[in-house]
């Protein structure tokens, strides 16, 4: 395995697996692998300024959706029980205040097909996750907040 196809540990019960393509990553979570976590981990291992998530397929039970709430300048969070198919998702990795902090938003199906989605607080993986991401080497984009703006936003400034 030569440094451009790389395998690292994972934060849940299985290992995640990543693998580089140039600016293009492919990433995999085994059942139970929390996925904000696992992408904030994975980020932590790799020399970028950030990551866009740009695709997925996969499975999550454990799920916490938020919808942000402008008065409390916090996310309004509900559990949604089950197992559920990912449709989409979308979103990105950045640093915010040093920290990685994943920004994502999926839409999912219920067994039933009825679609919900949402930010998402939460989610561990379900029989597997499969992600892709792409990172440009050195664009100097960071997660920040402002003065008088609710939540945080990406810049370059």
Not at 62 to 77: A, E, I, M, S, T
Not at 94 to 106: F, I, L, S
Request: with cysteine; net charge negative; glycine share 10%.
């Amino acid at each position: 395995m030569d440094a451009a196809d790389k395998a690292a540990r994972g934060t849940g019960k299985g290992t995640m697996e990543y693998h580089a393509f140039g600016d293009q990553f492919f990433l995999r979570l085994d059942p139970g692998e929390e996925i904000m976590e696992s992408l904030a981990a994975f980020a932590a291992a790799q020399d970028r300024d950030m990551f866009a998530i740009t695709a997925g397929v996969g499975m999550v039970d454990g799920l916490r959706l938020g919808f942000f709430c402008l008065p409390k300048n916090d996310y309004d969070v509900t559990d949604i029980a089950g197992v559920l198919d990912l449709n989409a998702v979308s979103g990105n990795v950045a640093r915010r205040d040093g920290v990685w902090t994943p920004h994502v938003h999926m839409l999912l199906n219920r067994p039933d097909f009825a679609a919900l989605g949402g930010h998402v607080i939460s989610a561990r993986t379900h029989i597997t996750m499969e992600l892709w991401l792409t990172a440009p080497a050195a664009t100097g984009i960071t997660r920040r907040t402002a003065p008088g703006r609710p939540a945080s936003f990406l810049s370059g400034r």
